[in-house]
């Protein structure tokens, strides 16, 4: 099997926010803030999990920096958090291959729901005389831990 990628550079988280409901104090939401490079096309993995890293992700899902209109990407939750939760920000810089095969593999997963839907090829960058399936990447994550506190 053979596979190539790039390490990308890391994309720091710049700042974490919690700000408290102004309809209901006792619950709060946690906005996250990375700034993008406009000059380059970019793609980013975003998990979010609460309590534990243990646990299953709360929010998990890519985004392309296309739909920007500013450098400053921002993630937020719902205002579902009470003082003292803790909440784990992690923010990948994926490569275009990575995205690819990530969204191909769920639209496939969406595919095989539907009896009536057409197969959906899963999109690889790893080749060999198996025809494997699968991407070789390099992960590159910025990770913030923040108890929600007033």
């Known amino acids: 099997i053979e596979g190539q990628t790039v390490m990308l550079p890391l994309v720091p988280i710049d700042s974490t926010v919690v700000q408290f409901s ?3 104090d006792t619950v709060a939401r946690v906005l996250t803030y990375v700034t993008d490079d406009p000059n380059t096309e ?11 890293l243990d646990s299953v992700p709360e929010q998990d899902f890519l ?7 500013t450098p400053l990407l921002a993630f937020g939750t719902g205002y579902e ?12 810089h994926i490569t275009k291959d990575y995205y690819d095969y990530y969204e191909s593999v769920q639209l496939a997963i969406i595919g095989n729901i539907n009896p009536f839907a057409q197969p959906s090829p899963i999109k690889s960058n790893v ?12 992960l590159v994550y910025d990770r913030d831990t923040t108890v929600v506190m007033r």
């Not at 958090?81 to 990948?92: Q, R």
């Open 42 to 52: 970019n793609y980013y993995r975003r998990l979010l999990n609460y309590y534990s």
């Open 127 to 138: 080749s060999g005389s198996g025809n494997p399936l699968g991407v070789f990447t390099c």
């Open 63 to 69: 985004t392309p920096d296309r739909f920007l209109s």
């Open 81 to 92: 958090l009470g003082e003292g939760d803790t909440v784990y920000n992690t923010i990948f």
């Open 22 to 24: 102004p309809d209901a």
